[in-house]
DNA sequence: CGTCCAGGTCTAC
DNA sequence: GGTAGACCTGGACGC
């Protein structure tokens, strides 16, 4: 457990928005794969961060003094510069470091979205790398939700590396890393993953990142700036597995929301909303086109709003 | 049992 | 540039 202080975040956004904890966890439901897993009930996130200087440590983030979250770290209490890597990393996670407050100026002028600044919502559950978020965003592809755990449990149960506290399974270690990956062969990919026809995408993507042919590392952090949205999904497009959906599934992930993410769950559930059997795909992006580079934003919490009980007016 | 298809992508026209 | 067909896997469903 963490010393007597404790480690604290402020649940504040970069521009002073409110965050809202369980909107942050009920984000998507990529945020529940592991090494994450989400404990609805109370409201907390397990994590497994990767550490640059000692082994990967198992972190518990719930709900703390109000306006702040509680970070516990298992194991032995970690030495400063890992409690300075571990709020970085769960910042990163829990996305505080994002300014919304252009968003949620937007979402406040559009009846149907008007609830979201207030409910501290918005922020998308992110991985520690974009490398991550690619290759669990691929593991949804084509396939059932179970299916999807199945190979992202797999991945990390057999290349993760374990924190010292590690039990059998696929929680308590950190991600595989594009060398654990590129270095399994396919026959593990075929028969203990049972990805399928992903297995080859995997090992090139993996091979693609390890050898630095793509960075996409860069992609997902701050300098990454003024590379603009079209460029990025041209290279997120650019690697194998990753089609229209994926990229913008990924780009949403690492903070590019102008991609609307159109698929067989988004599709049916929208036109629902919206009291339709169907919807073509450019009349949603025309109902979102208002919100610019926060379009797949706008478009995600249109239709998830649901997905988190709403505190009932005073 | 077979067919369909799930939070698609790729290749070949 | 738009559009079939194939593609791993494994639940859900119809017969």
Not at 65 to 72: D, K, L, N, S, T
Not at 199 to 223: C, H, K, Q, W
Request: glycine share 8%; aromatic share 8%.
């Amino acid at each position: 457990m963490t010393d007597g202080c404790g480690l604290e975040l402020s649940l504040v956004g970069a521009g002073g928005e409110a965050v809202d904890l369980r909107r942050t966890f009920l984000s998507h439901g990529v945020a529940s794969l592991p090494p994450q897993a989400i404990d609805e009930d109370a409201v907390t996130l397990e994590t497994t961060l990767r550490l640059s200087r000692s082994r990967p440590r198992v972190v518990l983030v719930s709900a703390g003094r109000p306006g702040f979250a509680r970070i516990e770290v298992r194991g032995r209490a970690p030495g400063a510069a890992a409690t300075d890597e571990i709020a970085d990393g769960v910042r990163r996670v829990l996305r505080l470091d994002e300014d919304l407050s252009a968003f949620y100026d937007l979402a406040a002028q559009d009846p149907e979205l008007a609830w979201v600044p207030g409910a501290g919502a918005g922020r998308m559950i992110r991985s520690p790398t974009v490398f991550e978020e690619v290759v669990k965003t691929i593991c949804t592809t084509n396939c059932t939700w179970s299916a999807t755990e199945r190979m992202v449990a797999a991945l990390v149960e057999h290349l993760g590396d374990p924190a010292p506290s590690a039990r059998p399974g696929p929680l308590g270690r950190a991600f595989p890393t594009a060398e654990a990956m590129a270095s399994a062969g396919e026959r593990f990919y075929k028969e203990v993953v049972r990805a399928g026809y992903r297995g080859p995408y995997f090992i090139e993507l993996a091979r693609m990142v390890r050898d630095g042919e793509v960075n996409l590392e860069i992609l997902g952090s701050s300098s990454a700036a003024e590379i603009p949205d079209d460029e990025v999904a041209t290279r997120l497009l650019a690697l194998p597995g990753v089609g229209p959906y994926a990229a913008a599934h990924a780009m949403m992930m690492i903070g590019r929301y102008s991609r609307l993410i159109l698929d067989s769950w988004t599709r049916p559930k929208y036109a629902r909303l919206v009291g339709r059997r169907t919807v073509k795909d450019s009349t949603i992006e025309r109902r979102f086109r208002r919100y610019k580079s926060y379009a797949g934003l706008a478009f995600w919490l249109f239709l998830t709003r649901d997905w988190v009980e709403e505190p009932l007016p005073a």
